[in-house]
């Protein structure tokens, strides 16, 4: 079992930037393909970004490519997702995710675990 609590989320204007952290606990965080999601209000939850147990490779959605950056540290047993150049599009609530995996990451994430989710409001 793995929790998963994700934190950083807040209201930021279009242009700007903020840094999401999802802190694990439970069992080998190190062995995890971690990854983000997102669900803005009337649409389905929609893949963001990957990255391997390693933290060796990562993926992107086409969305985002460019703009958000993932990252991990194992020692802390947290992954992390810097977003730049944010759009009143990327509003949604972000979700961390895990999949018990040792694969390089070049597809999304399949979770085996979710977190609660966190708010990110990009005004216009």
């Known amino acids: 079992q793995v929790q998963l609590v994700e934190s950083g989320g807040g209201l930021v204007q279009a242009g700007g930037s903020l840094r999401l952290s999802c802190a694990a606990s439970?069992?080998?965080?190190?062995?995890?393909?971690m990854g983000w999601f997102r669900q803005a209000p009337g649409k389905e939850r929609e893949f963001v970004s990957t990255?391997?147990?390693?933290?060796?490779?990562?993926y992107y959605a086409d969305s985002v490519k460019g703009r958000f950056t993932i990252s991990r540290d194992n020692a802390k047993n947290t992954v992390y997702l810097q977003m730049n150049s944010l759009k009143p599009e990327d509003t949604a609530v972000y979700y961390c995710?895990?999949?018990?995996?040792?694969?390089?990451?070049?597809?999304?994430?399949?979770?085996?675990?979710w977190g609660q989710g966190t708010q990110v409001t990009v005004s216009s």
């Open positions: 995710a895990a999949e018990g995996t040792q694969v390089q990451m070049t597809r999304p994430l399949r979770p085996n675990y």
């Open positions: 439970g069992r080998a965080f190190s062995s995890y393909a």
């Open positions: 990255i391997s147990w390693t933290g060796g490779s990562t």
